[in-house]
């Protein structure tokens, strides 16, 4: 499939925010989700929105599960086709996420037509298009409507085994923390939205949040993942506390974490995304260690098609890592998870 050459419209100044960062933050969606109307009783639920984790999993019998996930948002990048294989990207995430393979896919988009024209919309569903196809799935439908801001995202239906099945809150203490791709995306999205972008770090940038996350389809049949989740729109902090749940706390190896070279450079010349600011305001009293500005940032920074956060058993910590490094993704530890504590969730080292 070609690629079409790069639209001249500037996508990123028709919207207020940018890709995963236009999430509401983890404090006001709290708010949000709370409801009188307990959840409908159905065993066959295995996974539902209790746990915040990345899609709802189903029970169909004889161990198979369907998993059902939507995920969308307004331009991260100019470029139309790249905006809607990005954001396919970041939706197919929550199925790999799971531990699961993908099936299917159906579109959203919402598009200002007389703004931007339908040409300028099929680039971007053309891009989720190729998302698909790279991942070896039909786009096989989806709805439409004319909006103010435009937005685009996808629908997936995935399957995985119920004994293959990958959970954000299952971590076991002692367990090693380790991440697939670097931190920083929301920063060098709005260096490009202020135009301050230099061309070889956007196209780092590109290739950063175009990458699948499939190794999760392997992930799951490993019984040494004891947890799974990808980071996203709440930052590397937010997703991790959500790993935490109620029983666990974390150490984090700042200098460990991969990170987007030029992302410190931008931080310093006061270039983040307001996310990034209301990511932190949510969770900084269970946080301890983050108190600079670049730790701050980087570390609540939303990620759009973020990479694989991986809970691993420490007594196979060579064998993974050596399957990490085959397979070309970085193979150091980023922290471990500890014994809570109180209040400190999180202890940045």
């Not at 396919?88 to 099936?103: E, F, I, Q």
């Not at 999205?189 to 061309?199: D, E």
Request: glycine content about 12%; aromatic content about 6%.
């Amino acid at each position: 499939m070609s690629i079409p050459s790069p639209s001249p419209t500037r996508l990123t100044q028709f919207s207020h925010g940018a890709g995963c960062g236009c999430k509401i933050a983890p404090a006001q969606l709290e708010v949000i989700l709370k409801s009188s109307i307990g959840t409908w009783p159905d065993p066959a639920l295995l996974v539902g929105y209790g746990s915040r984790d990345d899609a709802a999993v189903y029970s169909i019998g004889n161990g198979r599960c369907l998993i059902s996930t939507t995920d969308f948002f307004s331009p991260i990048v100019d470029d139309a086709f790249q905006f809607g294989r990005i954001a396919a990207t970041n939706a197919l995430s929550d199925v790999y996420a799971m531990g699961g393979k993908p099936l299917l896919a159906v579109a959203i988009l919402g598009w200002p037509i007389e703004t931007l024209g339908a040409d300028l919309a099929q680039q971007v569903v053309e891009g989720g298009r190729q998302a698909c196809h790279d991942a070896g799935i039909p786009l096989a439908g989806g709805h439409s409507i004319d909006s103010p801001e435009p937005f685009f995202g996808l629908a997936v239906t995935g399957e995985v085994h119920e004994l293959h099945l990958k959970r954000n809150d299952t971590a076991q203490e002692g367990d090693l923390l380790y991440l697939t791709k670097p931190i920083g995306t929301g920063i060098l999205s709005t260096a490009q939205k202020r135009n301050i972008l230099a061309g070889p770090d956007a196209q780092i940038l590109l290739n950063t949040m175009a990458q699948l996350n499939s190794l999760g389809s392997s992930l799951g049949e490993m019984e040494t993942v004891h947890a799974l989740t990808d980071v996203t729109g709440f930052g590397l902090l937010g997703h991790l506390l959500e790993m935490c749940g109620r029983h666990l706390g974390a150490e984090l190896d700042y200098e460990a974490i991969p990170k987007l070279r030029a992302a410190q450079a931008f931080i310093a010349q006061g270039c983040y995304p307001d996310g990034a600011l209301r990511n932190w305001k949510s969770y900084a009293h269970m946080v301890n260690g983050a108190s600079s500005m670049e730790r701050m940032f980087m570390l609540a920074d939303p990620q759009t098609s973020g990479g694989l956060l991986i809970a691993v058993d420490p007594q196979h910590r060579t064998t993974f890592e050596g399957i990490l490094e085959e397979k070309g993704f970085p193979k150091q530890a980023i922290g471990r998870f500890v014994a809570r504590g109180n209040p400190i969730h999180v202890q940045v080292l």
